[in-house]
Nanobody, 125 residues
Framework: QLTLVESGGGLAQVGGSLRLSCAVS????????LGWFRQAPGKARESVAC????????HYWKSVRGRFTISIDKAKNAVFLQMNSLKSEDTGTYYC??????????????????WGQGTPVTVSS
């Protein structure tokens, strides 16, 4: 059974950095896209960033563009999210996800088939 396990969340200060990791139990090259999502308390889940496994093409949503970087390590079957210049509004639970083929870029949330359990991030001043 495919599993995704996030780690690296925790407490950070405004302006600080965190690096999230997501370990995948199968070859990530077998999947089209890997993504990071987040959900703040009382709010809907939102997309953060995604990366195509075949060529490394990335997409960042406006709220994190220029501050976050998504990357993959195919040898380790892992996906990462480097988060810099953190803001209080980055607080939430962060989830990684894997998706199959999609007709659009970036893929829709419904294109993701497998999700991790999430890792909490709290940014405080």
């Amino acid at each position: 059974q495919l599993t995704l396990v996030e780690s690296g969340g925790g407490l950070a200060q405004v302006g600080g950095s965190l690096r999230l990791s997501c370990a995948v139990s199968e070859f990530i090259s077998d999947y089209y896209v890997l993504g990071w999502f987040r959900q703040a308390p009382g709010k809907a889940r939102e997309s953060v960033a995604c990366i195509a496994s075949v060529d490394g093409t990335t997409h960042y949503w406006k709220s994190v563009r220029g501050r976050f970087t998504i990357s993959i390590d195919k040898a380790k079957n892992a996906v990462f999210l480097q988060m810099n210049s953190l803001k209080s509004e980055d607080t939430g639970t962060y989830y990684c996800a894997l998706g199959g083929a999609s007709r659009i870029w970036p893929p829709a949330d419904t294109d993701y088939d497998h999700w991790g359990q999430g890792t909490p991030v709290t940014v405080s001043s």
